[in-house]
């Protein structure tokens, strides 16, 4: 732990772990910090992946965290309380007192979803509840779906069934908007959503404040997306908000205004999926190779 080394990646998900296999392979050394708490751990597969359609998240992780050992690289299981600029790059203190120092870092925490303040839903999150008509939807398909306050979600969604309910929670909705919708054949529900009942194991409905209970066996939401930030303050990278939420601003590549600084995946790219991320943090990693070679 000791070792001053050439990259060190704070995160192993597909971004982290696929930017520490192209800096390994470079014969670098880097090590992968994961906190082990993976955004898409609820989820049944990962899809919209090239070879891999519906792989187990914890599966596809389980490999990639193998390829980075299969060329040198090391993984530790942890979780960043401080990181700043350092003697000879940057310093890494983790949550147990471990420090570790490196000449490059690739932050690629991912984000922490935020949902709508609604009971229930929290629940059947990854399940019953989902976010995406691409990551999720096929495996959706045909069932009775409620769409929460998203307009561009009701539309996605209902490619993919007949039988849709947009309940717009407080979402003013101009005539044009209520024409899309209801051209589309999409029931508009006004009264504010108070439950979302389920069993253990599905979604039953979507009770309203007024009592009446919509039948619905799936409900799409869009959360806020927030990169995670937690330990990084020292490092000062700059964060903006946009409609979705909040995420780290980044240049060609992950590039950031602090030297020796990149982010990649869903911390700088909020609607980033699997395959995206990874293929960003191939490329922060072989520009890291680069900027060391320089």
Not at 8 to 36: H, K
Not at 60 to 74: P, T
Not at 264 to 271: K, P, S
Request: glycine residues 14%.
């Amino acid at each position: 732990m000791n070792e001053l080394l050439d990259a060190l990646v704070i995160g192993g998900g597909a971004a982290g772990l696929n930017g520490a296999i192209m800096l390994a392979r470079s014969r670098r050394s880097v090590l992968v910090v994961d906190s082990g708490t993976p955004r898409n751990a609820p989820a049944d597969g990962v899809h919209g992946l090239l070879g891999l359609d519906g792989i187990p998240p914890a599966e596809l992780l389980s490999r990639g965290r193998d390829e980075v050992r299969g060329y040198g690289g090391q993984i530790v299981r942890g979780e960043v309380v401080k990181a700043e600029p350092g003697p000879g790059g940057f310093v890494v203190t983790l949550a147990d007192g471990t420090e570790l120092r490196a000449r490059r870092l690739l932050v690629a925490t991912g984000l922490r979803d935020v949902l709508p303040d609604v009971k229930g839903l929290a629940e059947q999150w990854g399940r019953g509840v989902v976010h995406c008509s691409y990551c999720h939807g096929w495996e959706v398909r045909d069932e009775p779906i409620g769409v929460l306050a998203s307009v561009h979600h009701a539309l996605l969604f209902r490619q993919l069934t007949d039988d849709l309910v947009f309940f717009a929670n407080g979402t003013e909705l101009d005539d044009d908007t209520r024409a899309k919708l209801t051209g589309r054949g999409i029931r508009i529900v006004e009264t504010p959503v108070e439950e979302i009942e389920s069993t253990e194991d599905s979604i039953t409905g979507v009770r309203l404040a007024d009592g009446e209970v919509v039948p619905r066996r799936v409900i799409a939401v869009m959360p806020t997306l927030l990169a995670r930030t937690e330990g990084l303050e020292g490092l000062q990278l700059p964060l903006e908000d946009v409609p979705q939420g909040r995420r780290f601003v980044t240049g060609m590549a992950g590039t950031t205004p602090v030297k020796g600084v990149w982010v990649a995946g869903n911390a700088t790219d909020l609607a980033a999926q699997v395959g995206a991320s990874a293929a960003a943090g191939a490329l922060a990693g072989a520009h890291m190779n680069a900027d060391l070679l320089a």
